[in-house]
């Protein structure tokens, strides 16, 4: 009889490998009724619940019964009331703090009437599919500064979570941007302010489907005169932050039923709300662009593979990441490194950036993301004592740091600890000194290269970069048709980036 390892097992991958559009006959003059029906059925036939809600009353209800579900504990009424005032439905708390308690605080407390704590889960981040999504339509909202009435909204749990806002085939879609804009101001904090929770927006006409994240929703300010003064001082959120969704070859995916069946996949919706949004230091709400969720999953998956296949401290334990200047690197390697981290098999995760690149660009971006991150790590004294902090789980140093580290130690405990290494703008000369080093004094790691500028064959002898190494050769790539393993495990290049709009000017 066979036996078979398992090589590794994980759930779908967020962004699907590649999509072929649905054919189907011109829907040009679609109503906006039928389009917001069609869509609802086809959230259905996902395995969403349709339900109806027709009050304020009915949607706290709604709430109370789904985290009943999800926790498995029936509230006494006592309770819910007093959970539900002050965890979820608090007057002081407004989009920051609710935001948090999505992303960060979604462990609550219920104090019992014995006087025991229980935690109470308002998402379920460790079993995505233990979350139940619902949607409904036409929701009404009658307080706030004008009545108002919202297309759909997705309840996670019972928490609106994802609010989408649909315009007939023809209409420009800033049409529906503009009007989530108008309900941040003057409805979603209306009555229990249960719509501060939504942390993504999808506006569609249709032909054209983009997603964004509450970045910098306006704050409702009561006092007319502190609202007047706050319009100028504070904006709400801008049309260039809104992205396309799209497949793992960077084909963009605008149609709303190709981006239901993608987007709106459940294991893709949950893995977004749940994984690949970053709450910044700053309280702004972050969410990742396709590219970015792709690069970081082929990390996650080529450091478990190699992990289960033994083949840690090899190059097909890493490779590299091609995506062009101005695409979120800062951004993509965090999250990967947050999450590499959190495999239970990790010791110790490295982000290396040559000095001048800590001292100034990515030390601030860190910061952003993680405040403190990049501070700590003055002296190669302080590495040292990272490197045997086993609490120190993500250490981010320069290259010269790491490197003089192991110039005076050249036995050291950490040699032998399972790392993952991520070195930013891994194109420049001295990585391949750095990487020898690497090599011949840690045992047990993974290394990954982030760059705008790989180095191919055919410019590695240029007059920039004199009998340099390739990008592959140092950090191992994916192989090709000829099987030459020189491809990145995923590339987002200038040319995807003008037809995504997402340059940044030069």
Request: net charge neutral; charged share 25%.
């Amino acid at each position: 009889m066979n036996s078979f390892e398992i090589v590794a097992s994980s759930t779908e991958s967020t962004v699907v490998a590649e999509y072929t559009s649905e054919k189907r006959k011109s829907t040009d003059y679609q109503s906006e009724a039928v389009l917001e029906q069609d869509f609802i059925n086809r959230l259905v036939s996902q395995g969403y619940e349709y339900i109806t809600i027709k009050s304020e009353q009915d949607l706290i209800d709604n709430l109370r019964t789904q985290l009943e579900k999800l926790n498995n504990y029936t509230f006494f009424d006592k309770e819910w009331n007093d959970f539900y005032n002050s965890a979820i439905s608090n007057g002081n708390d407004g989009i920051v703090e609710k935001t948090r308690k999505i992303q960060e605080d979604y462990l609550q407390n219920l104090t019992l009437d014995n006087g025991y704590v229980k935690n109470i889960k308002l998402i379920d981040k460790t079993n995505i599919h233990n979350n139940h999504l619902q949607v409904i339509n036409q929701y009404e909202e009658n307080e706030g500064e004008h009545k108002t009435r919202y297309d759909v909204t997705i309840l996670v749990n019972g928490l609106p979570l994802v609010h989408i806002e649909l315009k007939k085939r023809g209409n420009a879609i800033r049409e529906a941007f503009n009007q989530i804009n108008r309900y941040q101001r003057d409805s979603f904090w209306a009555g229990s302010g249960l719509y501060q929770y939504v942390q993504l927006f999808v506006i569609s006409n249709g032909t054209h489907t983009k997603y964004y994240s509450n970045t910098t929703r306006f704050q409702h300010i009561k006092d007319n005169a502190e609202k007047n003064a706050a319009k100028k001082k504070k904006t709400s959120n801008s049309f260039e932050f809104t992205s396309y969704w799209a497949d793992e070859k960077n084909r963009i995916i605008p149609d709303l039923v190709d981006f239901t069946k993608t987007f709106f996949a459940k294991h893709t919706l949950l893995n977004i709300l749940t994984r690949y949004c970053v709450f910044t230091s700053e309280d702004l709400l972050l969410v990742m662009r396709p590219y970015q969720i792709a690069a970081t999953e082929k990390i996650l998956n080529r450091i478990i593979v190699s992990t289960n296949l033994k083949k840690n401290g090899r190059k097909e334990a890493g490779g590299y990441i091609w995506h062009t200047t101005g695409s979120g690197k800062t951004l993509t390697s965090f999250k990967t490194a947050q999450l590499a981290q959190g495999l239970n098999f990790i010791d110790k995760v490295l982000f290396v950036v040559d000095r001048k690149d800590l001292d100034y660009q990515t030390m601030k971006e860190y910061d952003r993301f993680e405040k403190g991150a990049a501070n700590s790590n003055t002296s190669t004294k302080i590495l040292q004592k990272q490197m045997e902090d086993d609490n120190a789980k993500i250490i981010i140093t320069t290259i010269q740091k790491l490197d003089k580290f192991i110039s005076k130690n050249k036995e050291h405990e950490v040699y032998k600890k399972h790392i993952v290494m991520i070195f930013d703008e891994c194109h420049r000369s001295q990585f391949g000194d750095m990487h020898k080093s690497i090599t011949k004094h840690f045992k047990n790691y993974h290394i990954f290269g982030f760059t705008g500028t790989p180095i191919f064959a055919s410019n590695s002898n240029s007059s920039n970069a004199p009998n340099m190494r390739t990008t592959a050769q140092i950090f191992g790539g994916e192989p090709d048709e000829n099987g030459n393993k020189v491809r990145p495990l995923h590339a987002y290049t200038i040319v995807d980036a003008i037809h995504d709009g997402n340059v940044l000017p030069f």
